[in-house]
């Protein structure tokens, strides 16, 4: 409301300075002073709306209403339990190489890295359900 009433005085004094005689310094200075007290008026609008908004939600909502209600909550869902078998997948990954680096035949040893790396792989597919898991 306030935006609208600021609006049409500004309008009303554009228009009433454009009918009469060209303007003169002072009037250019005037005008100018106005539009600045304009736009103060409607940066402190903006503040007060966005206060009264945060007031409001804090009485009736709590953050738990906001975070299920929130867009973010149902357009981004995260799944912990891919997450936590490709930890299990790393984890025995990591074991596997500290026993493979162990031994002391190279050829063996690049073997063992090699098989480590594939079990590692064929875990992880079995994370991502792209193949089905294998019951050992």
């Known amino acids: 409301m306030k935006m609208i009433v600021v609006a049409l005085s500004v309008g009303t004094l554009l228009i009433g300075a454009g009918c009469s005689k060209p303007a003169d310094d002072a009037t250019d200075k ?6 600045a007290r304009v736009q103060t008026l409607e940066a402190q609008n903006k503040d007060v709306a966005l206060k009264a908004r945060i007031v409001g ?12 209600e929130s867009d973010e909550f149902w357009e981004n869902p995260y799944d912990s339990g891919q997450a936590d ?5 790393i984890t025995a990954l990591t074991s596997q190489r500290k026993t493979c ?6 050829s063996r040893r690049l073997q063992c890295y090699q098989d ?3 079990r590692a792989s064929n875990c992880h597919r079995q994370c991502s359900g792209r193949f089905p898991p ?3």
């Open 30 to 35: 005037r005008v100018g002073e106005l539009e």
């Open 57 to 68: 939600g804090l009485g009736f909502q709590s953050p738990l209403d906001n975070f299920f």
């Open 85 to 89: 078998c490709s930890k299990g997948c």
């Open 101 to 106: 680096a162990i031994i002391e035949d190279a």
């Open 116 to 118: 480590a790396t594939d």
């Open 134 to 136: 294998t019951i050992p």
